[in-house]
């Protein structure tokens, strides 16, 4: 089974979010999404989203996150699949360092999410409604 997890990282200082635009290579090229990966074999859950931050951004966990929040878990139909997502509460804004796996990044405000976005993301904030979850994580900093 391939699991992946991934976060919704919002910056205290301005309480935006940072989203990843995926390379144009990859699956779902140009959507917008989540940060995150597939969880290695020597890894947990935890290991594998703190380490694909890091890469994915340049962050440093130590200093710049304050908080990690559970968000959802979607599991596939035929149990192959399952992604584990996050909010993840850091310091303040930042440039991030990008890697191969991005195309670009975008700082958004909760109320306006740009297109196309991936289709997990979508469907854990809209489908599954955690865009309530993330506007009162935001609303309580």
């Known amino acids: 089974m391939l699991k992946a ?21 990859g699956s779902h090229p140009r959507n917008w999404g989540f940060w995150g990966g597939k969880v290695e074999d020597n890894e947990n859950i935890s290991q594998a989203l703190l380490r694909e931050v890091c890469e994915e951004l340049g962050l440093d966990i130590k200093k710049d996150v304050r908080k990690i929040y559970p ?3 979607y599991h596939s139909r035929n149990k192959d699949f ?5 909010v993840i509460v850091i310091k303040k804004e930042f440039i991030p360092t990008l890697n191969h796996e991005s195309g670009g990044y975008a700082w958004i405000e909760h109320e306006y999410f740009p297109k196309p976005l991936h289709p997990g993301t979508r469907r854990t904030l809209f489908k ?14």
């Open 5 to 25: 997890a991934g976060a919704c990282i919002i910056a205290k200082d301005t309480k935006r979010i940072i989203l990843q635009q995926r390379d144009k290579l």
């Open 82 to 86: 399952s992604y584990y997502s996050f």
């Open 71 to 73: 968000l959802d878990q």
């Open 128 to 141: 599954k409604n955690k865009l309530k979850v993330i506007r009162d994580i935001i609303s309580s900093l």
